[in-house]
Protein backbone atom coordinates (compact mmCIF):
# COMPACT_ATOMS: atom_id res chain seq x y z
CA UNK A 1 0.00 0.00 0.00
CA UNK A 2 1.34 3.66 -0.83
CA UNK A 3 2.60 5.17 2.29
CA UNK A 4 1.41 8.60 3.41
CA UNK A 5 2.97 11.67 4.59
CA UNK A 6 0.84 14.03 6.61
CA UNK A 7 1.59 17.05 8.98
CA UNK A 8 2.07 16.29 12.51
CA UNK A 9 -0.49 19.15 14.35
CA UNK A 10 -2.39 21.46 12.99
CA UNK A 11 -4.69 24.31 14.72
CA UNK A 12 -8.15 25.57 13.73
CA UNK A 13 -10.37 28.17 15.06
CA UNK A 14 -13.70 27.28 16.35
CA UNK A 15 -16.22 27.94 13.12
CA UNK A 16 -13.54 28.40 10.52
CA UNK A 17 -12.79 25.70 7.53
CA UNK A 18 -10.13 23.06 8.95
CA UNK A 19 -8.27 21.56 6.11
CA UNK A 20 -6.15 18.29 6.46
CA UNK A 21 -3.74 17.75 3.90
CA UNK A 22 -2.00 14.50 2.91
CA UNK A 23 0.66 13.52 0.82
CA UNK A 24 0.58 9.90 -0.79
CA UNK A 25 2.54 10.47 -4.16
CA UNK A 26 3.03 6.72 -4.57
CA UNK A 27 -0.82 5.73 -5.05
CA UNK A 28 -1.79 3.52 -7.66
CA UNK A 29 -5.09 3.24 -9.55
CA UNK A 30 -6.55 1.16 -7.67
CA UNK A 31 -5.87 2.18 -4.20
CA UNK A 32 -8.47 4.67 -1.96
CA UNK A 33 -7.76 7.25 0.24
CA UNK A 34 -9.78 6.45 3.40
CA UNK A 35 -9.82 9.16 6.18
CA UNK A 36 -10.42 8.28 9.79
CA UNK A 37 -10.14 10.10 13.01
CA UNK A 38 -9.30 9.92 16.42
CA UNK A 39 -10.51 11.57 19.53
CA UNK A 40 -9.04 11.15 23.15
CA UNK A 41 -9.99 7.86 25.06
CA UNK A 42 -12.58 6.78 21.68
CA UNK A 43 -11.58 4.21 19.12
CA UNK A 44 -11.18 5.53 15.95
CA UNK A 45 -14.05 6.68 13.33
CA UNK A 46 -14.55 6.34 10.54
CA UNK A 47 -14.95 9.65 8.38
CA UNK A 48 -14.73 9.11 4.39
CA UNK A 49 -13.52 8.15 1.48
CA UNK A 50 -12.38 8.35 -2.45
CA UNK A 51 -11.16 6.74 -5.01
CA UNK A 52 -10.68 9.82 -7.37
CA UNK A 53 -14.19 12.02 -7.43
CA UNK A 54 -14.05 14.31 -4.58
CA UNK A 55 -16.49 13.42 -2.14
CA UNK A 56 -18.93 14.90 0.45
CA UNK A 57 -20.89 13.73 3.54
CA UNK A 58 -22.45 15.12 6.27
CA UNK A 59 -19.12 14.94 8.09
CA UNK A 60 -16.74 16.19 5.65
CA UNK A 61 -15.56 16.68 1.99
CA UNK A 62 -12.48 14.81 0.41
CA UNK A 63 -10.79 16.71 -2.62
CA UNK A 64 -8.12 14.60 -4.25
CA UNK A 65 -5.81 15.92 -6.86
CA UNK A 66 -6.20 15.17 -10.62
CA UNK A 67 -2.95 13.14 -10.12
CA UNK A 68 -4.01 11.68 -7.01
CA UNK A 69 -0.86 12.07 -5.44
CA UNK A 70 -2.70 14.44 -2.16
CA UNK A 71 -5.84 14.98 -1.03
CA UNK A 72 -7.61 17.15 1.41
CA UNK A 73 -9.83 16.73 4.34
CA UNK A 74 -11.82 19.67 4.56
CA UNK A 75 -14.07 19.90 7.73
CA UNK A 76 -16.47 23.24 7.01
CA UNK A 77 -16.92 24.54 9.88
CA UNK A 78 -14.89 23.02 12.65
CA UNK A 79 -16.12 22.72 16.59
CA UNK A 80 -13.88 22.37 19.24
CA UNK A 81 -15.80 18.50 19.24
CA UNK A 82 -13.42 17.82 16.14
CA UNK A 83 -9.88 18.18 18.16
CA UNK A 84 -8.65 14.52 17.15
CA UNK A 85 -6.29 12.88 15.15
CA UNK A 86 -6.75 12.45 11.58
CA UNK A 87 -5.65 9.53 9.88
CA UNK A 88 -4.91 9.46 6.00
CA UNK A 89 -4.69 6.15 4.63
CA UNK A 90 -4.24 4.16 1.36
CA UNK A 91 -5.63 1.21 0.88
CA UNK A 92 -6.21 -0.99 -2.34
CA UNK A 93 -9.92 -2.48 -2.31
CA UNK A 94 -9.02 -6.02 -2.74
CA UNK A 95 -12.45 -8.37 -2.36
CA UNK A 96 -10.12 -11.30 -2.12
CA UNK A 97 -8.34 -10.52 1.34
CA UNK A 98 -9.33 -9.33 4.77
CA UNK A 99 -8.60 -5.56 5.31
CA UNK A 100 -5.42 -4.41 6.69
CA UNK A 101 -5.82 -1.00 7.94
CA UNK A 102 -2.35 0.26 9.02
CA UNK A 103 -2.20 4.03 10.55
CA UNK A 104 0.47 6.36 9.78
CA UNK A 105 1.04 8.61 12.66
CA UNK A 106 -2.03 11.28 11.47
CA UNK A 107 -2.17 14.87 11.82
CA UNK A 108 -3.35 15.97 15.65
CA UNK A 109 -6.08 19.34 14.90
CA UNK A 110 -6.35 21.25 17.45
CA UNK A 111 -9.81 23.57 17.21
CA UNK A 112 -9.55 26.68 19.64
CA UNK A 113 -12.07 29.41 20.60
CA UNK B 1 -27.31 -0.24 16.72
CA UNK B 2 -24.18 0.88 15.11
CA UNK B 3 -21.99 0.13 18.08
CA UNK B 4 -19.12 -2.04 19.41
CA UNK B 5 -19.10 -2.76 22.97
CA UNK B 6 -16.00 -3.65 24.75
CA UNK B 7 -16.15 -4.94 27.70
CA UNK B 8 -14.43 -3.80 30.64
CA UNK B 9 -13.45 -0.06 29.79
CA UNK B 10 -10.24 -0.54 32.78
CA UNK B 11 -8.57 -3.82 33.60
CA UNK B 12 -5.38 -4.04 35.75
CA UNK B 13 -3.58 -7.59 35.85
CA UNK B 14 -0.59 -9.22 37.33
CA UNK B 15 2.26 -11.10 35.31
CA UNK B 16 0.89 -14.58 36.53
CA UNK B 17 -3.15 -13.75 36.11
CA UNK B 18 -5.38 -14.79 33.34
CA UNK B 19 -8.00 -12.39 32.00
CA UNK B 20 -10.00 -12.22 28.76
CA UNK B 21 -11.25 -8.92 27.04
CA UNK B 22 -15.02 -9.15 25.24
CA UNK B 23 -16.27 -6.92 22.38
CA UNK B 24 -19.75 -7.97 20.67
CA UNK B 25 -21.18 -6.27 17.92
CA UNK B 26 -24.98 -6.43 16.63
CA UNK B 27 -24.54 -4.99 13.23
CA UNK B 28 -24.43 -8.09 11.40
CA UNK B 29 -20.63 -7.81 10.24
CA UNK B 30 -18.59 -10.66 9.23
CA UNK B 31 -15.62 -9.40 9.78
CA UNK B 32 -13.95 -8.32 13.58
CA UNK B 33 -10.56 -6.99 14.59
CA UNK B 34 -8.34 -6.47 17.69
CA UNK B 35 -5.75 -3.61 17.24
CA UNK B 36 -3.31 -2.48 20.23
CA UNK B 37 -2.83 1.31 20.94
CA UNK B 38 0.14 2.37 22.68
CA UNK B 39 0.21 6.12 24.06
CA UNK B 40 0.47 8.45 21.33
CA UNK B 41 1.39 5.84 18.94
CA UNK B 42 -1.11 4.83 16.49
CA UNK B 43 -3.31 2.16 16.28
CA UNK B 44 -1.73 -1.64 15.33
CA UNK B 45 -3.42 -4.51 14.09
CA UNK B 46 -3.01 -7.44 16.01
CA UNK B 47 -5.66 -9.87 14.40
CA UNK B 48 -8.56 -10.50 12.07
CA UNK B 49 -11.42 -12.58 11.80
CA UNK B 50 -13.37 -13.27 8.79
CA UNK B 51 -16.54 -14.91 8.97
CA UNK B 52 -15.55 -16.45 12.22
CA UNK B 53 -12.34 -17.81 11.48
CA UNK B 54 -8.74 -16.44 12.51
CA UNK B 55 -7.53 -14.97 8.74
CA UNK B 56 -4.77 -12.51 9.63
CA UNK B 57 -2.34 -13.00 12.65
CA UNK B 58 0.40 -10.06 13.21
CA UNK B 59 2.95 -12.39 14.78
CA UNK B 60 1.20 -11.36 17.80
CA UNK B 61 3.09 -13.25 20.72
CA UNK B 62 1.25 -16.81 21.63
CA UNK B 63 0.52 -14.89 25.69
CA UNK B 64 -2.24 -12.90 23.08
CA UNK B 65 -5.05 -15.73 22.03
CA UNK B 66 -7.74 -14.76 19.96
CA UNK B 67 -11.58 -16.32 20.02
CA UNK B 68 -14.81 -15.93 17.59
CA UNK B 69 -17.13 -18.24 19.31
CA UNK B 70 -19.87 -16.57 16.90
CA UNK B 71 -20.21 -13.71 14.34
CA UNK B 72 -21.47 -11.36 17.29
CA UNK B 73 -18.69 -11.77 19.66
CA UNK B 74 -14.95 -11.95 19.32
CA UNK B 75 -12.81 -12.59 22.98
CA UNK B 76 -8.66 -11.40 23.48
CA UNK B 77 -7.60 -14.46 26.21
CA UNK B 78 -4.81 -12.61 27.99
CA UNK B 79 -1.64 -14.91 29.70
CA UNK B 80 1.27 -14.26 31.35
CA UNK B 81 1.70 -10.59 30.35
CA UNK B 82 4.54 -8.58 30.59
CA UNK B 83 4.47 -4.42 31.53
CA UNK B 84 5.41 -3.51 27.93
CA UNK B 85 1.83 -5.00 27.04
CA UNK B 86 -0.26 -2.41 29.10
CA UNK B 87 -1.87 -0.38 25.87
CA UNK B 88 -5.63 0.33 25.01
CA UNK B 89 -7.26 -2.91 22.98
CA UNK B 90 -9.20 -1.78 20.61
CA UNK B 91 -11.96 -4.13 18.35
CA UNK B 92 -13.64 -3.17 15.04
CA UNK B 93 -15.85 -4.77 12.78
CA UNK B 94 -16.66 -4.48 9.33
CA UNK B 95 -19.68 -5.53 7.00
CA UNK B 96 -17.11 -8.09 5.05
CA UNK B 97 -13.48 -8.51 5.46
CA UNK B 98 -13.06 -6.62 2.28
CA UNK B 99 -14.36 -4.08 3.57
CA UNK B 100 -12.16 -0.81 5.10
CA UNK B 101 -14.69 1.24 6.48
CA UNK B 102 -14.05 -0.03 10.22
CA UNK B 103 -16.54 0.33 13.41
CA UNK B 104 -14.04 0.41 16.66
CA UNK B 105 -15.52 0.40 19.90
CA UNK B 106 -14.20 2.29 22.69
CA UNK B 107 -11.62 -0.31 23.96
CA UNK B 108 -10.30 -1.59 27.00
CA UNK B 109 -7.20 0.28 28.72
CA UNK B 110 -5.37 -2.46 30.07
CA UNK B 111 -2.34 -2.29 32.90
CA UNK B 112 -0.35 -5.05 33.35
CA UNK B 113 2.01 -4.71 36.74
Redesign the interface.
Known sequence: DAKTTQPPSMDCAEGRAANLPCNHSTISGNEYVYWYRQIHSQGPQYIIHGLKNNETNEMASLIITEDRKSSTLILPHATLRDTAVYYCIVRSLDTGTASKLTFGTGTRLQVTL | DTE?TQTPKHLVMGMTNKKSLKCEQHMGHR?M?WYKQKAKK????MF?Y?YEKL??NESVPSRFSPECPNSSLLNLHLHALQPEDSALY?C?S?RR???????????TQLSVL
Open positions: VAYPPELVSSILASPSDEKLFFGSG
